[in-house]
């Protein structure tokens, strides 16, 4: 069967522990959209690994895939790849031939864009890993794809086709000059050809790439389990989320299939679990409705002089639960709760499951609140609306529970459910009611050891 593991709200919920959790009983774990912009934190004996583009499952010996929906940096993964080797354990990693590949010039012209919305308080908070020009490419049918970097005739054909338009870009519409750019020879035919032929022939020789679906049909067939990873989360979906401060690629179960090649029917006939925060945290602009404070140089929240309202609550929460990014090391931006985007997430994806994460971050408050519902223009809306300029105007309705105090939250993983404090089972059951689906797990600390687990989905 298949286990598609979703991010709910806006990245960052912890999608790596699950996979790491339930992973045991998966064969093969297959990443279906994002790139090494994806900050994945495993805790596994006692060791912590941190991995942007390698799927989580292969820190367990697992099959790891990177599915056609994925952009791959071929640097970053043979660096993590030789990186897993040096701690001495030995990843299989298999590569769709159809997946995309991040060039170096990718990478420059997503900072040279970032910078620019910076200057109007427009960046969308992109980790600068290339990766919206990466599938902008792919969207345009000029794109590199994995299986091109074996060919020698077909990579220098992509190449000479594309890299002049990027220095078009680069020299006629932003007005600079490539020679003076910290890496001019990303802009280079022949220094590209040779640096991703390499990578083309390491591919070969170390029997990396495979057609994904035909691929992980097979394994299903050989009656194997197969995990389906999503980065990112819902709210940042290109489709479903808060555009245009979103991804560029579908982190929902539909992605699911789009990504790997399996059908809807293979993706929604298993489970699919959401994956909850039991707060909120974002990274750069864009709507929070339920936000406490944010980050100075964010403008929700902030006054002029960059602190927010209830900054001192937010700033407990974000010491407590570690809210920086895996990848770029940046401060989350924290909020309560946000009910109406759950509903929204769990509408999308049809949520089977859930794995509630972090809630012992919030132990030790008087009170919790969530956002129940919002208010927008008079009228009290259920769920998210579908434009970010009317969620801007959302405001948030709160519900005020009791908080529950700091237990020996070790203690209570091994004793299970029962062995919560009650105001925070009042708060799993609260979250359970309103989304018509049950919680599957429960994360009280960063081991996988400190997961309350109610239902093994294999």
């Known amino acids: 069967m298949t286990v598609t593991i979703v ?65 791959v940096n071929p640097r970053t993964l043979f660096d993590e790849i030789d990186t897993l080797q040096d701690r001495g354990l030995d990843p299989d990693v298999r590569v769709a031939e159809r997946a995309h590949v991040i060039l170096p010039y990718h990478r420059i012209l997503d900072g040279i864009e970032e910078d620019i919305k910076s200057e109007d308080d427009d960046e969308i908070g992109t980790t600068g890993r290339g990766i919206g020009p990466t599938y902008e490419d792919k969207a345009g049918r000029r794109g590199v794809r994995v299986g091109d970097l074996l060919d020698p005739d077909v990579l220098r054909e992509r190449l000479e086709y594309v890299v002049p338009q990027k220095r078009a870009v680069v020299e006629d519409v932003y007005g600079l000059d490539i020679e003076e750019l910290a890496d001019p020879d990303a802009f280079d035919v022949d220094a590209l050809f040779e640096e991703f032929r390499e990578f083309g022939r390491r591919f070969e020789a170390e029997e990396m790439t495979v057609n994904a679906g035909a691929f992980l049909a097979a ?12 980065a990112q989360g819902t709210i940042i979906d290109i489709d479903h989320g808060n555009y245009p401060y979103v991804t560029s690629s579908n982190p929902t179960a539909g992605g699911a299939a789009t990504g790997t090649g399996l059908s809807p029917g ?22 929070l409705p339920t936000e406490l404070g944010g980050v100075a140089g964010d403008t929700p929240g902030y006054d ?6 209830n ?8 010491e407590e639960g570690g809210e ?12 309560w709760l946000d009910v109406p985007m759950l509903r929204h997430s769990t509408r999308v994806s049809g ?31 259920a769920a998210m ?33 029962e062995a919560l404090p009650e105001n925070a089972k009042g708060y799993v059951e609260y979250i359970e009611d309103e989304l018509d689906t049950p919680v599957y797990a429960i994360g009280v600390g960063p081991g996988r050891g400190e997961t309350i687990v109610r239902e093994h989905p294999f």
């Open 7 to 71: 991010g709910s709200q806006l990245g960052d919920e912890g999608k790596g522990g699950i996979v790491d959790l339930y992973g045991d009983d998966a064969d093969v774990v297959a990443r279906y959209q994002g790139g090494d912009n994806a900050g994945h934190t495993v805790v596994h004996e006692g060791e912590e690994y941190k991995l942007s583009l390698v799927p989580s499952g292969a820190i367990r010996g697992k099959v790891g895939v990177l599915g056609n929906g994925c952009v």
């Open 324 to 335: 920086y990014g895996t990848v770029t090391g940046r401060p989350r931006r924290v909020g």
């Open 385 to 417: 609306p579908a434009t970010t300029e009317q969620w801007s105007r959302c405001e948030a309705n709160f519900r005020t529970f009791e908080g529950w105090p700091e237990v020996d939250w070790a203690g209570v993983a091994a004793e299970g459910y």
């Open 311 to 318: 900054e001192e609550l937010a700033t407990y929460i974000r």
């Open 304 to 309: 002029e002089q960059g602190e927010g309202e």
């Open 219 to 230: 394994a299903r067939d050989e009656g194997q389990n197969v995990m389906l990873e999503g």
């Open 266 to 287: 293979v993706v929604g006939s298993g489970e699919v679990i959401g994956i909850v925060k039991a707060y909120l945290t974002r990274v750069g602009s864009g709507p």
């Open 351 to 381: 949520f089977t499951g859930l794995a509630l994460n972090h809630l012992d971050v919030l132990a030790g408050l008087d009170e919790v609140k969530v956002g129940h519902t919002y208010t927008l223009d008079g009228e009290e809306l």
